[in-house]
């Protein structure tokens, strides 16, 4: 019955979040809590960010740092969530190519892969890395949908 609905709510073709009902998109992001429900307050924030949801994800991410020892503290968190906000090359705006004269030719700084390099801090790319991993329990459809 679980697994119906479930693959009901995956195959919804609008995920709206509406606070006064619940529906598919709650379903979804109920399947896909992680400790700290850090991937249903990562979605809501990349879908709809509002100044609660970066709190909830500051403090999630807090909560990681502290449970990991991370050397970086709030300097990985920071790094980490700029990344994860806008994860687009700066170079060519995410096209992954840039014109020169009257062609177009690859993106030198992303080789065309659109996205820009993670921080050189390891800490933040640990703290990506959770994230993304948390994220990856929603299913790539439905990221689709909520972004």
């Known amino acids: ?72 503290g709030a300097d990985a968190i920071v790094l980490a969530l700029e990344w994860l906000l806008d994860s687009r090359c700066k170079v060519c705006a995410g096209a992954g190519v840039v014109v020169k004269g009257e062609r177009d030719h690859k993106c030198p700084r992303c080789k065309g892969e659109k996205v820009r390099k993670e921080p050189g801090n390891r800490d933040a790319q640990l703290l990506i890395d959770y994230v993304m991993g948390c994220r990856a329990a929603h299913g790539g459809r439905m990221f689709k949908l909520l972004r």
């Open 1 to 72: 019955m679980i697994e119906e609905r479930y693959l009901a709510a995956t195959r919804a073709t609008s995920l709206r979040d509406m606070p006064h009902l619940i529906g598919q998109v709650d379903l979804i992001k109920a399947s896909g809590m992680s400790h700290k429900n850090i991937a249903a307050h990562y979605l809501r924030l990349i879908s709809n960010p509002t100044k609660e949801d970066m709190k909830r994800v500051y403090a999630a991410l807090l909560w990681v740092v502290d449970q990991r020892k991370l050397q970086s």
